[in-house]
């Protein structure tokens, strides 16, 4: 599945801004949907945070004026590199999610957005394991991404996207149950809220 637009988003930023910017008007425009998976978090300048699967920083930028420790991974150097001139106060690796460079339980916070649904079930799973690892304990993932429309007006619109710009697993991860997929690592994960009628949950996972 998907289009010749989704390799086009990837190489021209200012398509990929303008096609996130239009998805985020669902729940209030990009800045709202950047804050989303962060909302109620204490983090604190001392704080260290990874933006997992960080892209080109498009929520590294919010996590900067958060933390004065934020580190951007992302496996694309062409990513890291647009993420380094976007927001150049952050540290970034280059580095799979699945193996990331970093000792136990050195993050605080670890944070993602809309990155897992690009992942087939079992790397995703090993991703949660390594994300589980580097979290000190009572640290908190937070993620944001799609979820089976609750309210059935948003299915056409989600659905069109979906095959416009994703893969098998973005509807793979529609049928898919994350909180429980967390909670087999170890992690403690309350019910995801859900915005856009459903169509996006955020969870926030906490390592105990």
Same mark, same amino acid.
């Given at each position: 599945?998907?289009?010749?637009?989704?390799?086009?988003?990837?190489?021209?930023?200012?398509?990929?801004?303008?096609?996130?910017?239009?998805?985020?008007?669902?729940?209030?425009?990009?800045?709202?949907?950047?804050?989303?998976?962060?909302?109620?978090?204490?983090?604190?300048?001392?704080?260290?945070?990874?933006?997992?699967?960080?892209?080109?920083?498009?929520?590294?930028?919010?996590?900067?004026?958060?933390?004065?420790?934020?580190?951007?991974?992302?496996?694309?150097?062409?990513?890291?590199?647009?993420?380094?001139?976007?927001?150049?106060?952050?540290?970034?690796?280059?580095?799979?999610?699945?193996?990331?460079?970093?000792?136990?339980?050195?993050?605080?916070?670890?944070?993602?957005?809309?990155?897992?649904?690009?992942?087939?079930?079992?790397?995703? *799973?090993?991703? !949660? /394991?390594?994300?589980?690892?580097? $979290?000190?304990? #009572? @640290?908190?993932?937070?993620? &944001?991404?799609?979820?089976?429309?609750?309210?059935?007006?948003?299915?056409?619109?989600?659905?069109?996207?979906?095959?416009?710009?994703?893969?098998?697993?973005?509807?793979?991860?529609?049928?898919?149950?994350?909180?429980?997929?967390?909670? *087999?690592?170890? !992690? /403690?994960?309350?019910?995801?809220? $859900?915005?856009? #009628? @459903?169509?996006?949950?955020? &969870?926030?996972?906490?390592?105990?």
């Amino acid at each position: 599945m998907a289009t010749f637009l989704r390799p086009l988003s990837y190489r021209y930023q200012w398509l990929y801004d303008a096609i996130s910017g239009a998805a985020a008007l669902s729940v209030g425009g990009e800045k709202r949907f950047r804050h989303l998976a962060l909302q109620g978090l204490a983090i604190q300048p001392e704080s260290r945070v990874l933006d997992l699967c960080c892209g080109s920083g498009q929520t590294t930028q919010f996590l900067v004026s958060l933390s004065n420790h934020v580190t951007g991974l992302d496996a694309s150097p062409r990513s890291l590199e647009r993420a380094k001139n976007n927001v150049p106060e952050a540290d970034y690796v280059e580095a799979w999610a699945e193996e990331m460079p970093f000792a136990e339980s050195y993050f605080d916070w670890v944070h993602t957005s809309v990155a897992m649904h690009e992942m087939q079930p079992k790397q995703r *799973q090993q991703i !949660f /394991q390594e994300v589980y690892r580097v $979290l000190k304990p #009572g @640290g908190v993932f937070a993620l &944001i991404d799609f979820h089976r429309p609750t309210n059935p007006v948003m299915w056409p619109g989600l659905a069109l996207f979906l095959w416009l710009f994703e893969t098998e697993t973005a509807w793979e991860l529609l049928q898919s149950d994350l909180p429980a997929q967390l909670q *087999q690592v170890g !992690f /403690q994960t309350p019910e995801p809220k $859900l915005y856009a #009628g @459903g169509s996006l949950q955020v &969870i926030q996972a906490q390592k105990v």
